[in-house]
């Protein structure tokens, strides 16, 4: 069956823009994740979602990240203001029930000039 | 609090060398749980293995096999034989108790590009 998904592949916004980034997850998988990958460093816990809802947000570095999954299925990353340093790979992966495997997708490279 | 460190920044083998991919973990959890994830360049990573505490036996898929050692907190990662198609980088993951946390919180090492050259 089809993987996770991620759209754009790519991104390139001006600093101070606002720009969404969609995952698309596993079909059936409740869990829901976002990572950040910074160049040369393995990626980053952000946010994870339990269907709706999300249950744990301690990732996310300040107020201009947000994220929301309203259907329980698809999730989009939100980022306002966007500033140099938010440059990375945003990852996202889903899992059958919290406690199982996390299968990642290829993620959207993010650059902001 | 966890912590995962992969020394090897990079290695370079030749074609069907062995190499062994090094893991060293930190965690205060009794049950907890490793991962390995290979990253090829299109970027996307690829699930390989989970084992958890509990689990020291060693396991062996193919041409992968994976040593888990908790008295030395290590979770290497061997290949034999190894292929051009094996060059990416390896992620090493840590998570702790499912119990405390909810869900599996991945705690991701730095990384080891492996590069196989024909």
């Known amino acids: 069956g089809a993987g996770v998904s991620q759209t754009p592949s790519n991104k390139v916004t001006e600093k101070g823009k606002y720009v969404e980034l969609r995952c698309d997850p596993i079909s059936g998988h409740t869990a829901l994740y976002w990572y950040r990958q910074s160049l040369g460093q393995g990626p980053e816990f952000l946010i994870y979602f339990q269907g709706t809802g999300a249950a744990d947000d301690s990732g996310l570095p300040n107020d201009r990240f947000f994220a929301v999954r309203p259907e329980g299925s698809v999730s989009t990353l939100k980022i306002q203001r966007t500033e140099r340093g938010d440059s990375a790979v945003y990852l996202c992966?889903?899992?059958?029930?919290?406690?199982?495997?996390?299968?990642f997708g290829p993620g959207t490279r993010l650059l902001v000039l | 609090a966890q912590k995962v460190t992969q020394a090897q920044t990079e290695i370079s083998v030749v074609e069907k060398e062995d190499v062994t991919l090094d893991c060293v973990y930190e965690?205060?959890?009794?049950?907890?749980?490793l991962f390995w994830y290979k990253q090829p360049p299109s970027g996307e990573l690829v699930f390989l293995i989970r084992?958890?505490?509990?689990?020291?036996q060693n396991e062996i898929s193919g041409r992968y096999s994976w040593n888990f050692q908790k008295s030395t907190s290590s979770f290497n990662f061997t290949i034999t034989a190894s292929q051009v198609v094996d060059s990416a980088v390896y992620f090493c993951?840590?998570?702790?108790?499912?119990?405390?946390?909810?869900?599996?919180?991945?705690?991701f090492g730095t990384g080891t590009r492996l590069l196989v050259s024909p």
């Open positions: 993951a840590l998570s702790g108790s499912f119990m405390n946390t909810g869900f599996q919180k991945l705690v």
């Open positions: 084992r958890n505490s509990f689990d020291e």
């Open positions: 992966a889903s899992s059958l029930y919290p406690q199982e495997t996390q299968y």
């Open positions: 965690t205060r959890d009794t049950t907890y749980y």
